[in-house]
């Protein structure tokens, strides 16, 4: 059976994978490992702020039973930027302008150059409660409320939820109903990777995310390709390997890459059942 754990480590894990070569093009690199440095010069097993916002959602949804409490998330992504919690050693790095912006300020950013990919990083957790797309939508809204990022974000929950009910992934693609900012979901099985963009654009790390997934057959080569497709590649390896978690396990994640992982303890403190 499908748990947040699953989903949590395979994210944590495609997030890590990817901080070292963020930014850099596609073509530019080849990851194979975990490595460390690299982008931000941290050492390997480091997830970034993707993680951290994660784990704060998860944290929140875990101390008020599973309920989603607004100001209490915000409160703890607040402690994040300020204080540094929920990161891997006390200190916040790789923060976004957007999320940065709304966080600090309390108003969201609802404009269309405000589609960024910060909310849909954070928002598996989502997937492991009983809430309503409404609910997605207002948790995005934190910190991005412009309706492509919050359909985007409503869009990857379902799918994730779909994936927990034992779903095959080609199925559920196939059968998504989505507007026409997100058609290229629909042709995704078509998608030669020159044709995927993975940049910071919300749309595009959704497509190409799920791209990575139905191009590969396991849980390793379906983040590594994220990775590989370049530009923000933590934030694409973390939407994949949230999913990749939930389809593949735990246990098909390999065991060095979980050793290397910074800060289990506190992965394990912020997980509910």
């Known amino acids: 059976m499908t748990s947040l754990r699953d989903a949590i480590y395979g994210a944590a894990i495609g997030d890590a994978l990817g901080v070292p070569y963020e930014f ?21 097993g480091t997830w970034s702020d993707d993680t951290t916002m994660t784990l704060a959602l998860c944290d929140s949804l875990r101390v008020n039973d599973k309920r989603i409490v607004l100001d209490d998330i915000r409160k703890r992504f607040k402690s994040w930027i300020e204080e540094g919690c929920y990161t891997v050693d006390g200190k916040a790095f790789d923060v976004g302008i957007i999320t940065y912006d709304s966080i600090v300020t309390g108003i969201a950013r609802n404009d269309i150059r405000s589609n960024g990919n910060g909310s849909l990083m954070r928002t ?26 919050m359909e985007a974000c409503v869009i990857y929950v379902n799918v994730a939820k779909r994936l927990i009910g034992g779903e095959h992934l080609v199925d559920i693609i196939n059968s998504l109903e989505v507007g026409e900012v997100f058609h290229n979901i629909k ?32 849980y390793k080569d379906a983040v590594l390709k994220a990775v590989n497709l370049g530009n923000d590649t933590d ?14 396990g735990y246990d098909a994640i390999p065991k060095r890459w979980i050793e290397l992982l910074k800060n289990k303890e506190l992965i394990e403190s912020c997980l509910f059942s």
Request: aromatic letters at 8%; one cysteine or more; proline letters at 2%.
């Open 24 to 44: 850099m093009s596609r073509g530019s690199f080849i990851a194979s490992d975990m490595i460390g440095y690299g982008s931000h010069d941290m050492p390997e």
């Open 124 to 149: 598996i957790p989502l997937a492991f409660i009983d809430c309503t797309d409404d609910d997605v939508r207002a948790v995005s809204a934190i910190t991005h409320a412009h309706e492509t990022s």
């Open 187 to 218: 042709n995704i099985f078509e998608l030669e990777e020159e044709n995927i963009r993975s940049g910071g654009y919300v749309v595009d790390t959704l497509i190409a995310s799920l791209w990575s997934l139905v191009n590969t057959d396991n």
């Open 235 to 248: 934030t694409t390896a973390i939407v994949a390997g949230a999913l990749a978690g939930i389809i593949y």
